[in-house]
């Protein structure tokens, strides 16, 4: 029990240096590029890619019910960076409560509008040649599932960096990612319906990642024997943030988003599956770097602003700025000129 108690101590620490936890999320994000790279092939050369254009066609498609999200996991990260030098800190469970509470909500009722909405994807938008539009609508219900615990999955995953939770945060994605990998690759080899064995296994896998952040967050906001509590009244704390937060991620869609519904009308789903390949290896390079940082200096932002310490927010900013400068022209210059390799 020692070993435990010693082991949780060092995890749940939020004196961690900055200089560690962006170490730490570099790292995590190098190894998630390194089984991507590796597995990804893996996965298209059992499942085909059609299967996989499928999967990206709809992601991009229902990209705009992020929009939905209303700010709520940009808020916990916010609200939580304040959580340990607060004296409040039964008013920050409280609203950590509710926006959890309205995150689930609004998790069942897109999970409800997907149900419906596949339908109309499934029979009359996608163009197959090797799936019915009945083996369509199965496989869509599996991603709609998936994408629905995303929510939640982000929020707690916001309220832990806000609680500079980064090292643990990345010790479970490391743990999540590769058993999830192996069980996708087991999935596809060993069973003849490699498509809907490999989306039920990335399901699963998604739902257990959900629960262990929800856990991990229980623990790291743990204030004596109080137990939180829903107070609707507490959104109109968030209003203005969360309306800003709206017209921003609005923009970022349209701009990232827009491509892919576009093109999974007019290509096959074969054509896209190579489109999407693409656009997920530029991604998954760029993020290593930006992620890395980006992780690290918002709750820091939010904490310093918090503290009116202006002059050590606007050299954090501009710091953090040069090196996401640095990190994105040097990967992405690569890329472009070594796109063959």
Not at 19 to 37: D, K, P, W
Not at 71 to 97: Q, Y
Not at 99 to 117: A, H, K, Y
Not at 196 to 212: D, G, P
Request: glycine share 4%; charged share 10%.
């Amino acid at each position: 029990m020692a070993t435990v108690s010693t082991l949780r101590n060092l995890l749940i620490n939020h004196s961690v240096p900055a200089q560690l936890r962006a170490a730490s999320n570099l790292l995590t994000s190098i190894y998630s590029l390194l089984i991507g790279l590796v597995f990804v092939p893996l996965y298209i050369n059992y499942i085909g890619i059609e299967a996989y254009g499928i999967v990206g066609a709809f992601n991009g498609i229902t990209g705009f019910l992020w929009l939905f999200d209303l700010g709520i996991a940009t808020n916990i990260n916010r609200e939580m960076a304040r959580f340990t030098e607060s004296f409040d800190k039964e008013g920050l469970l409280d609203l950590k409560k509710t926006l959890e509470i309205v995150c689930f909500g609004l998790s069942g009722t897109i999970f409800v509008f997907l149900m419906g909405f596949i339908t109309f994807l499934a029979f009359y938008w996608f163009h197959s040649e090797n799936f019915t539009p009945a083996f369509l609508w199965t496989i869509l219900a599996i991603l709609a599932f998936s994408l629905t615990l995303q929510f939640p999955i982000g929020f707690y995953t916001n309220a832990l960096l806000g609680l500079n939770q980064q090292v643990s945060l990345n010790l479970i994605s490391v743990f999540i990612n590769t058993l999830r990998c192996i069980s996708a690759y087991a999935s596809v080899i060993f069973f003849d319906d490699k498509i809907r064995a490999f989306l039920i296994s990335q399901a699963v896998f998604t739902l257990a990642q959900m629960l262990i952040l929800s856990f991990v967050v229980r623990q790291v906001t743990a204030h004596g024997s109080y137990r939180a509590k829903f107070h609707l009244n507490l959104l109109s704390q968030i209003k203005r943030f969360a309306t800003e937060l709206f017209a921003n991620n609005l923009v970022t869609i349209l701009l990232t988003q827009s491509d892919k519904v576009i093109l999974s009308r007019m290509l096959t789903l074969e054509e896209f599956g190579y489109y999407m390949l693409a656009f997920t290896i530029t991604t998954m390079t760029l993020n290593v770097f930006s992620n890395s940082v980006t992780n690290v200096v918002f709750p820091n932002f939010t904490r310093l602003a918090t503290a009116h310490k202006s002059d050590e927010l606007i050299a954090n900013f501009h710091l953090s700025t040069r090196m996401m400068a640095w990190g994105a022209v040097s990967i992405g210059t690569m890329l472009v000129f070594f796109a063959r390799e």
